[in-house]
């Protein structure tokens, strides 16, 4: 059996993954394997690559947590927009006719003064 820390083929790819970090080029450190790459916390060699691959973690945890904010964040709108929608159009049952604005309470009398003579003067 191959010592890991000694494996040919697991020192070429710590190799690569490492010269492409060290270029600054992640996306092809990534295409290149760099999140299944398994860094060995004891390796010296390997802590470049395991100090990156928890940070890539981080920010995608991260990234995650931003987008479940904003979604929360628009489900909230949407919910307090259809209340402020439900309570500025009251609701009317069929056919009856939509209630007017209310009126000051020296005009609302005024009227029903109005009425109630136009109610004396229809009786014969």
Do not use: N, S
Not at 1 to 19: E, K, Q, S, W
Not at 63 to 76: G, K, N, Q, T, Y
Request: net charge positive.
């Amino acid at each position: 059996m191959i010592d890991p820390v000694h494996d040919p083929a697991r020192a070429a790819r710590r190799a690569t993954l490492l010269a492409l970090l060290g270029r600054g080029d992640v996306d092809a450190a990534l295409q290149a394997g760099l999140m299944d790459y398994p860094a060995l916390p004891g390796d010296d060699t390997d802590a470049p690559l395991l100090a990156a691959q928890q940070r890539l973690r981080t920010a995608w945890e991260a990234r995650e947590r931003h987008r479940a904010r904003a979604a929360r964040l628009a489900r909230i709108a949407a919910e307090r927009e259809a209340r402020r929608r439900a309570a500025a159009t009251p609701a009317t049952a069929p056919g009856a006719p939509a209630p007017g604005p209310a009126l000051p309470p020296a005009a609302a009398a005024a009227l029903e003064r109005a009425r109630a003579r136009a109610a004396a003067a229809r009786k014969p």
